[in-house]
């Protein structure tokens, strides 16, 4: 679900590709059966939150961050300094891979 009010809502190129191939290599490619992934994004009081979500579990080996998010890492460092982070979660049997700006 995209909430409308984000639409006007700025991120840097790539942003969401990244965070669905990340879900694709690292959760739902690695499934016999496939899965599904859940993109959400809302705005609530100036904060962003982009979500994506899959079936899966982080592992020791997943929690490492590979060049793809290093890059969404850099550039929303080098677009929103500290405003903005990065994050892998662990949901019950899911994995969030999720980008949160706070705009001023």
């Keep these: 679900m995209i909430e409308r009010a984000t639409m ?5 190129p790539m942003s ?3 965070l669905v191939e990340n879900a694709i290599k690292h959760g739902v490619g690695k499934t016999k059966n496939g899965g599904d992934i859940m993109i959400q994004a809302r705005m609530s009081e100036k904060v962003l939150m982009i979500r994506v979500t899959n079936a899966g579990t982080l592992s ?3 929690k490492r ?4 998010m290093k890059n969404l890492q850099r550039r929303l460092s080098i677009n929103f300094q500290e405003k903005a982070e990065l ?3 662990q949901e019950e049997d899911k994995v969030v891979s999720q980008v ?3 705009y001023s």
């Design 8 to 12: 006007g809502c700025k991120v840097p």
């Design 16 to 18: 969401l590709q990244l």
């Design 60 to 62: 020791l080996e997943n």
């Design 65 to 68: 961050i590979g060049v793809g």
């Design 87 to 89: 994050q892998l979660l």
């Design 100 to 102: 949160v700006i706070h």
